[in-house]
């Protein structure tokens, strides 16, 4: 069973930067597809930003040019980094894995990714 357990989230002002951290308790962290989510309160979770089984990595719209996904195998480690940042990012993020396979849907359905970690909640105010 993998878990996953994410950290940085906070509060900050528009503008400012955030870096989130997820951490996963499996040895072959390498060989699995990672992601990031986000759900804000009465709408549905959508994806934010995710490396596809080539390493290619995919953000949603609303986040280009201001986030960007990285990953330390070495430390089994996915991180986001949140960069002028606007009151609309204000979410519980989530991060998830799921196998080292190509999307069977668009890249950022969350039915795709079997384990979830509990999320962490980031306030831009």
């Known amino acids: 069973h993998v878990q996953l357990v994410e950290s940085g989230g906070g509060s900050v002002q528009a503008g400012g930067s955030l870096r989130l951290s997820c951490a996963s308790s499996e040895p072959a962290f390498s060989r699995r597809c990672m992601g990031w989510f986000r759900q804000a309160p009465g709408k549905e979770r959508e994806g934010v930003a995710s490396f596809s089984n080539d390493d290619t990595t995919d953000y949603a719209d609303s986040v280009k040019g201001r986030f960007t996904i990285s990953k330390d195998n070495a430390k089994n480690t996915l991180y986001l980094h949140m960069n002028n940042l606007i009151p609309e990012d204000t979410a519980v993020y989530y991060c998830?894995?799921?196998?080292?396979?190509?999307?069977?849907?668009?890249?950022?359905?969350?039915?795709?990714?079997?384990?979830w970690g509990q999320g962490t909640q980031v306030t831009v105010s």
């Open positions: 998830a894995a799921r196998p080292n396979t190509p999307y069977t849907r668009h890249w950022g359905h969350p039915s795709q990714y079997n384990y």
